[in-house]
């Protein structure tokens, strides 16, 4: 097995692997005021699950098959292309997480398969180099960083070149703390067109928030998870989240973008749960509980009918990995 450090490939040829990629929260941008010169900024926790998973043998050509296959094909056309080779593989697609809901799903598809065919290639597969030709990375550097580090990881924004955003800090997450996840399976969340309208017609963000929202990541969120005090860590992501999410409530339709995920997070806060909150447009909600019993727990005060489903997930301190077969 191989893992992606750095995003760093081995350039070992093989003739079947199977490449893992986790899921990622997206808890908020930094500065969406851009006035020093760098615009967004994110912080993110990668996931053990949802994930991605798939196999890559050599073919004779290219075939796709299993779940999201169209966009896997896609990937491994422009992948292929950027590698400056055939792309001759058959990629079945095992596993795979919802898509716009939260999750990063496109990234970590996008590189798991370009991770898949390199190594069937004999090439090195370094993610940030294949940013541009997968059109990933446009506003945050979390999914990548997910890939190759896992953690928690803050990125420090694009700048005007145009390169994919600098990790800036990156610190395991604790093996004890767990992230109950609230999925509405009726909805989807802003994405594509809707989402670069979003970040077009929208106001410019407060630069007064953009330096609140900071330091509530350099002086809370950080310390705290360095410390592993998860009161401490969950109250700063709730705050960030509220000047994020009712910065964006026009296009979403309220802070939060699913009305379940909405009541359910409300239910959150009033058992006195410091952490909880929204990843990137949703619908996907999230609490963050300081272990395994405490998860469960809330779950069982939650469940309900309808289109809500709950995953009780572990933060994942390492990247996608890669194993011949």
């Known amino acids: 097995m191989t893992r992606i450090p750095d995003g760093a490939g081995d350039g070992i040829e093989a003739t079947s ?43 004779p050509d290219l075939t796709v098959t299993g779940p999201e296959a169209e966009r896997a094909r896609a990937y491994a056309l422009a992948a292929a292309g950027h590698l400056g080779i055939a792309g001759h593989a058959a990629l079945t697609i095992e596993e795979t997480m919802p898509a716009h809901a939260g999750f990063g799903s496109g990234t970590q598809l996008a590189l798991a398969t370009a991770a898949a065919l390199a190594h069937l290639a004999g090439r090195p597969f370094a993610p940030d180099a294949f940013a541009d030709a997968l059109d990933r990375g446009n506003r945050s550097g979390v999914g990548l960083a997910a890939f190759t580090q896992g953690g928690f990881i803050v990125d420090g924004g694009r700048d005007g070149l145009g390169t994919p955003p600098p990790v800036i800090a990156r610190l395991a997450y604790p093996d004890a703390w767990r992230v109950v996840l609230i999925l509405d399976t009726g909805m989807t969340g802003v994405h594509g067109s809707r989402e670069v309208a979003a970040f077009r017609d929208l106001p410019r963000f407060p630069e007064s928030q953009a330096a609140e929202i900071c330091r509530l990541v350099l002086m809370r969120v950080l310390p705290s998870l360095a410390t592993a005090e998860p009161e401490g860590f969950g109250a700063g992501i709730t705050e960030i989240q509220r000047l994020i999410g009712d910065h964006f409530a026009p296009h979403q339709g309220g802070r939060y973008a699913s009305p379940a995920v909405a009541e359910v997070l409300a239910a959150i806060a009033a058992q006195g749960i410091a952490g909880y909150g929204q990843s990137s447009w949703g619908p996907t909600g999230f609490a963050l509980v300081p272990s395994e019993d405490a998860a469960h727990r809330l779950v069982a005060s939650l469940e309900r009918s309808g289109p809500l489903r709950f995953i009780i997930a572990r933060g994942r301190n390492t990247g996608a990995t890669v194993t011949p077969l």
Do not use: K, N, W
């Open 17 to 59: 692997v199977r490449v893992q990629a986790p899921g990622r929260l997206h808890f908020g941008f930094l500065d969406l005021h851009g006035g020093l010169g760098r615009r967004f900024g994110s912080l993110g926790l990668a996931l053990d699950a949802p994930a991605v998973t798939l196999t890559a043998r050599a073919a």
